[in-house]
DNA sequence: TCGTTGCGAAACTAGAGCGTATCGAAACAG
DNA sequence: CTGTTTCGATACGCTCTAGTTTCGCAACGA
């Protein structure tokens, strides 16, 4: 046994790297990304000038851009909203203010514009994509939809694709269409008529 | 009276331009948009090799990317499906057969691409975009929809900016995240599913 | 103190694209 | 035929950016 054991987590010699250089590298990653929309756009320079760090300290951590995008993606936990417990209108309301609120940021179109454009030129990143936050989304509220017809809040012969794709797209088309809250955040009832208008449908009762 | 009278239609000496030069630079830019969904991407190099044509023939014509891209987008006149004369239940099929169609479409993309992503950086390209090709469908929609309340079709307490979002954006987050449809059309009786959806809600009647 | 490693800044090489110019050939008018 | 203009192709100088390397200093363990 030497004294550098295996059992001490082998701390490396010289000076350790900056946690808070780290933080700022990923936070200007996901700005970026959130404003070009493209990941050829986005430059390791760019990421550097506003992170205020040298492009070494990039380097040093990460090989490569889609690297350094795979783990900027990631600390976007995609916050599902608590859907459980109450009804399966207020769950539809929080699901839809999750999504709306998400359309209206920065960061939350990261996620979106690379799953919408990049599925050519990078398509295992926007599959890494797929599995660890859209399909976890697209399941809760397959669930949600589920629990509704069981419990006799929804229509029992749901068409469950077009339905989930309903639910979500409105959402998302609203805000992108009005631009409304380009201010972070969506008109507060909106959630409120949206709920109102998916469950009522365009035809009279 | 000289020989080259106004009424003549002044034709220049020389060899004429091609026509079909011109067709090839515009199908190539419109195909280069639809791939790289963002304009500082698309370059004159790509659409000159992509064509079969020289970078000059390209200059000739248009002194700078903007026009260009103005030029190509307006080829895509936005074909509105005819609305009027039948219910206004086969006229929203046949709006969203459109939408549908057009957002499997590599050209039918363009539009959507840079009205979403180019706001920032091409705010007036955007704006006459909107105006030509964006506004004249939503107000289409809201004319169908306004006759569907009168008719009795639909609900005459409609929330009309909110079921606007709804008709299109259902279709749009369909084929988009069903991933239906890269081979040009989404599948065909996705179109009757997403009538009978929109009109009947999800609450049970 | 010394050795090691990380830090930001700057210099450097290589490549991509731009806009222009030039070439010989081709397509027109007269 | 002559003169004019366009054609595709190629080359040029220029700028911009990428990714690597180098540098002097800072932060750690020993």
């Known amino acids: 046994m030497t004294t550098t054991d295996e059992t001490r987590p082998a701390r490396p010699a010289g000076r350790p790297r900056s946690a808070k250089a780290e933080?700022?590298?990923?936070?200007?990653?996901?700005?970026?990304?959130?404003?070009?929309?493209?990941?050829?756009?986005?430059?390791?320079?760019?990421?550097?000038?506003r992170a205020g760090v040298g492009k070494t300290t990039i380097y040093r951590r990460w090989s490569s851009k889609e690297d350094l995008v795979v783990d900027a993606?990631?600390?976007?936990?995609?916050?599902?909203?608590?859907?459980?417990?109450?009804?399966?209108?207020?769950?539809?309301?929080?699901?839809?203010?999750?999504?709306?609120?998400?359309?209206?940021?920065?960061?939350?179109?990261?996620?979106?514009?690379?799953?919408?454009?990049?599925?050519?030129?990078?398509?295992?990143?926007?599959?890494?994509?797929?599995?660890?936050?859209?399909?976890?989304?697209q399941e809760a509220l397959r669930a949600l939809l589920l629990r509704g017809i069981e419990?006799?809040?929804?229509?029992?012969?749901?068409?469950?694709?077009?339905?989930?794709?309903?639910?979500?797209g409105s959402m998302i088309w609203y805000v992108k269409s009005t631009g409304s809250g380009e201010g972070g955040e969506p008109a507060e009832d909106v959630v409120e008529r949206m709920v109102d208008h998916l469950m009522a449908g365009l035809a009279p009762r």
Do not use: F, W
């Open 73 to 137: 993606l990631a600390t976007l936990k995609a916050p599902l909203p608590p859907l459980e417990g109450r009804s399966v209108r207020a769950d539809l309301a929080a699901y839809l203010e999750v999504v709306g609120r998400e359309a209206c940021d920065v960061r939350g179109r990261c996620v979106m514009n690379i799953a919408m454009n990049e599925t050519d030129r990078h398509p295992q990143l926007v599959e890494r994509i797929r599995q660890a936050v859209i399909r976890p989304r």
């Open 23 to 49: 933080r700022a590298i990923i936070e200007a990653t996901l700005d970026l990304i959130g404003e070009r929309a493209s990941l050829s756009e986005l430059s390791i320079e760019a990421v550097a000038a």
């Open 151 to 168: 419990t006799g809040e929804l229509r029992p012969d749901l068409d469950l694709p077009v339905a989930m794709a309903a639910v979500v």
